[in-house]
Nanobody, 121 residues
């Protein structure tokens, strides 16, 4: 099993910045894609950004130009730098990983517990 632990959420004023981190641990053979999703109250969970092991990135339109995803493969960690935050960015942010626990395991999706990001004055 792969465990994902997020950190870095909190309360920030509009226009401010936050950096989220997500560290993967446990039985890890390989991690393919890592990403961040978010879910606001009463809404579905949507992709914010993702990054492959080759560091190819993908962003939601709402994140382009403001957010930057990166990863440290040696630390099995993914980061999300969020700048110019808006009240509509308020949500629980979840870390996601597509990973193999062993050489023989099929790829599986794993989720973190989520971290709250609140953008408010």
């Amino acid at each position: 099993q792969v465990q994902l632990v997020e950190s870095g959420g909190g309360l920030v004023q509009p226009g401010g910045s936050l950096r989220l981190s997500c560290a993967a641990s446990g039985s890890i053979f390989s991690i393919m894609t890592m990403g961040w999703y978010r879910q606001a109250p009463g809404q579905q969970r949507d992709l914010v950004a993702s990054i492959t092991s080759e560091e190819s990135t993908n962003y939601a339109d709402s994140a382009k130009g403001r957010f930057a995803i990166s990863r440290d493969n040696a630390k099995n960690t993914v980061y999300l730098q969020m700048n110019s935050l808006k009240p509509e960015d308020t949500a629980v942010y979840y870390c996601n990983a597509l990973a193999r626990s062993t050489r023989w395991s099929p790829p599986r999706e794993f989720w973190g517990q989520g971290t709250q990001v609140t953008v408010s004055s």
